[in-house]
């Protein structure tokens, strides 16, 4: 019997597709949303599950506060400290890009 083919699957080596990863600003933006917010309560008993939902609409606005501070710091690293690192840090990556060049690429892939 054959086995159902999946579609996180690729056709020629049977290997799996790497499922691609969502950005820091994506995620970050996804919980602005209420109702992402709303299903942190999913999984629990009815009564327990009505409780959290009560607690996470009243806890909202500090959410929204907190995220939004969260993509202000984050924004401020990605223009600020990650280009000073990527910088101090040049020499490294040339010395392993012509000494070790294997281990190089793999460090490349897995971003």
Do not use: H
């Not at 799996?16 to 629990?44: E, Q």
């Not at 996470?56 to 990650?82: D, E, K, N, Q, R």
């Not at 392993?96 to 281990?103: A, D, G």
């Amino acid at each position: 019997m054959t086995e159902p083919v999946s579609g996180a699957e690729s056709e020629d080596d049977g290997e799996p597709l790497a499922v691609p990863k969502r950005s820091t600003w994506r995620v970050l933006a996804d919980g602005l949303s209420p109702t992402s917010v709303w299903a942190m309560a999913d999984g629990y008993p009815v009564v327990i599950k009505q409780f959290l939902q009560f607690c996470l609409i009243l806890v909202y606005p500090a959410w929204v506060a907190g995220v939004l501070a969260a993509m202000a710091i984050y924004g401020l690293f990605s223009v600020t400290v990650y280009p000073v690192l990527w910088v101090l840090f040049w020499p490294v990556r040339a010395w392993m890009k012509k000494n070790r060049p294997e281990e190089y690429a793999e460090s490349q892939r897995k971003k």
